[in-house]
């Protein structure tokens, strides 16, 4: 199930991507009355609502079981893809928590040594933006880079959790460019400032659910910069897995739903280049990974 937040001439809201449309969750929830039930508690109205219902995901696979079960006329007409824009899935996260030097080519590119536990750091949520939005270079920086990265979307509160049971939590998977101001992440010290900077977050197109990807193993990734090819892997390539990732995490923060993580990049960013290569204002950034999309973004 691909879930996507979307805008259109009358406001923004989140639906299930069928075809070439997007089923509206609120409205459609209007329709099956599924959910109904629950005293007290309303229905969503955007995707982080969603996440933080008990069993919501599994309630909108119910939902959309029915969907398919019932006739076109009696089905709740689609929003059409092309009339809308398509928006970062969750606007702005609780966390984001995000690893470096999380694939073992990327580590030998940068003449580090393979670290024996995961190396986190934050992303600001206000640095989130869509997945085709136009990315205003920021003034602080001479060397924006890119970095592909599979997200990991919680869907549950989760505090302390098993290898073995880190899964249970995970709702689904999207796609991040972990954008970075290479010259503020190495004069700092630290990387949160050349993390975090407005724009920096590119996110999208959708939340593909855990059910069709499973620990988000085995899925092409790349990244492009006007068409050519800077980055060329796969997910397997992970040094830390997902199910290890969301149990390391989950021992020192707890981690609620609709906290993104971001799992890493692979070899090919470009300050290791020779000569060394940045964006620049006029240039097309994009990140994909097989099974969820592309996110596809302008610098300005």
């Not at 909108?60 to 969907?67: N, P």
């Not at 991040?176 to 996110?203: E, F, H, Y």
């Not at 997902?242 to 923060?253: M, N």
Request: hydrophobic share 35%; glycine share 10%.
């Amino acid at each position: 199930m691909r879930l996507v937040s979307y805008s259109n001439g009358n406001g923004t809201s989140f639906g299930v991507e069928i075809g070439s449309g997007i089923l509206d969750i609120p409205e459609a929830l209007s329709v099956y009355h599924i959910l109904n039930d629950r005293p007290g508690q309303p229905l969503p109205r955007t995707m982080i609502d969603l996440l933080r219902m008990d069993s919501g995901i599994n309630a909108i696979e119910e939902m959309i079981k029915q969907y398919l079960e019932i006739t076109d006329e009696m089905r709740p007409p689609l929003v059409p893809l092309d009339e809308v824009r398509i928006m970062a899935p969750i606007e702005r996260p609780g966390k984001i928590i995000a690893l470096g030097l999380n694939y073992v080519d990327h580590i030998k590119e940068t003449g580090r040594d393979v670290p024996k536990f995961p190396v986190i750091f934050a992303k600001f949520p206000s640095s989130v933006v869509g997945p085709d939005a136009d990315i205003k270079y920021p003034k602080l920086t001479e060397q924006l880079d890119w970095e592909v990265e599979l997200g990991v979307v919680i869907g549950k509160r989760c505090k302390d959790v098993s290898e073995d049971k880190a899964l249970d939590y995970v709702a689904g998977y999207t796609v991040i460019n972990d954008l970075t101001a290479r010259d503020l992440q190495r004069g700092d010290g630290q990387w949160v400032r050349g993390k975090s900077l407005d724009g920096l977050c590119p996110m999208g197109p959708c939340i593909v659910t855990r059910n069709e990807l499973g620990d988000g193993s085995g899925l092409k990734m790349h990244s492009k910069v006007n068409g050519e090819i800077k980055q060329d892997s796969t997910t397997s390539n992970l040094l830390y897995n997902v199910p290890q990732i969301v149990s390391y995490l989950s021992e020192a923060f707890t981690l609620e739903p609709g906290d993104v993580i971001a799992t890493g990049t692979p070899s090919g960013v470009g300050f290791v280049r020779d000569p060394p290569e940045f964006l620049k204002p006029g240039d097309e950034v994009e990140a994909y990974i097989e099974k969820i999309g592309t996110v596809r973004n302008r610098i300005v």
